[in-house]
């Protein structure tokens, strides 16, 4: 079966970076668009980027544009985010999702496969 295992979240001080990761199995990988979405405690699950199997391009939440960026290795079914300048703001469960759709879409139900999560705290 499809499974997603994201890895690298933690603590961290405002400003610092983090890099996550996604690793698959169980799925065609470089026929999935892959994503990465967070949910704040109290607050829905939001989009925050990614990047589609079709033409590899990506989509940024607004909140994130020059911070993060999303890349994919589909020699090893691990699609990656890298958060640098980290805010308190950012804090959040973040969540690996993966789904066969061509190109990114922004709302959780288009996608059809999810990770567990991982958390990341930022400190002010």
């Known amino acids: 079966q499809v499974q997603l295992i994201e890895s690298g979240g933690g603590l961290v001080q405002a400003g610092g970076s983090l890099r996550l990761s996604c690793a698959t199995s169980?799925?065609?990988?470089?026929?999935?668009?892959m994503a990465w979405f967070r949910q704040a405690p109290g607050k829905e699950r939001e989009f925050v980027v990614g990047i589609g199997w079709a033409d590899g391009g990506t989509y940024y939440a607004d909140s994130v544009k020059g911070r993060f960026t999303i890349s994919r290795d589909n020699a090893k079914n691990t699609v990656y985010l890298q958060m640098n300048s980290l805010k308190p703001e950012d804090t959040a469960v973040y969540y690996c999702?993966?789904?066969?759709?061509?190109?990114?879409?922004?709302?959780?139900?288009?996608?059809?496969?999810w990770g567990q999560g991982t958390q990341v705290t930022v400190s002010s």
């Open positions: 169980g799925l065609t990988f470089s026929r999935y668009t």
């Open positions: 999702a993966a789904d066969t759709r061509p190109r990114t879409g922004t709302l959780p139900y288009q996608y059809a496969a």
